[in-house]
């Protein structure tokens, strides 16, 4: 019986750590993918923009990034944020990482990771690069801020480039 118990505490205690394990998010995150072709990738978020008249809105960072995983948590998490979002970007995560640090797709972007990651880098249905966020500027505390976050998204939507929307203040 002894034996017994203590077998059952040692598989308890190996899946209470499996599971404390499992919710890490640097474990457990899977967004950036360091075998993907980011060129052709990036290439194809512009021809779904162009068509949806959308911008493109690139997260540069990795799996290993907490500040990246935390991001992606709150725009996917937060219905504001992720409505806002899907209505008026296609979004793509650039990997950066020692398997993969995409020299050739960042140099073409302009260095975006001399700020840090996460990086994003907004581009516009023809593939022109329209601004670099350094995500520190979008933090607080140990995260990021909704309002921060809303903002530099609102600033960087079609609509808030679009000539057209301030025609009709005149």
């Known amino acids: 019986m002894r034996k017994l118990l203590m077998i ?26 360091p075998a993907a072709d980011a060129k052709a990738e990036i290439a194809n978020a512009v021809k779904q923009a162009a068509a949806q008249h959308k911008n493109v809105l690139l997260q540069i960072g990795g799996n290993w990034c907490i500040w990246c995983i935390r ?24 990997n950066y990482s020692k398997e993969n640090t995409n020299k050739e797709v960042l140099a ?6 001399r700020f840090g990651f996460p990086v994003f880098v907004v581009l ?4 022109n690069r329209l601004h670099t ?16 976050v809303m903002e530099f998204l609102k600033g960087w939507s079609p609509e808030a480039i679009d000539p057209k929307t301030y025609e009709k203040e005149q």
């Open 8 to 33: 059952a505490g040692i598989v308890l205690l190996s899946v209470s750590v499996k599971a404390q394990n499992a919710i890490k998010l640097t474990d457990t995150a899977k967004l950036y993918n």
């Open 71 to 94: 991001f992606n948590n709150l725009v996917t998490t937060d219905p504001d944020l992720n409505k806002y979002l899907r209505d008026n970007f296609v979004v793509l995560h650039v």
């Open 108 to 113: 073409s972007l302009g260095y975006p990771q």
């Open 124 to 127: 516009d249905g023809n593939g």
């Open 133 to 148: 966020q350094n995500s520190e500027y979008l933090e607080d505390g140990k995260g990021h801020s909704k309002e921060k």
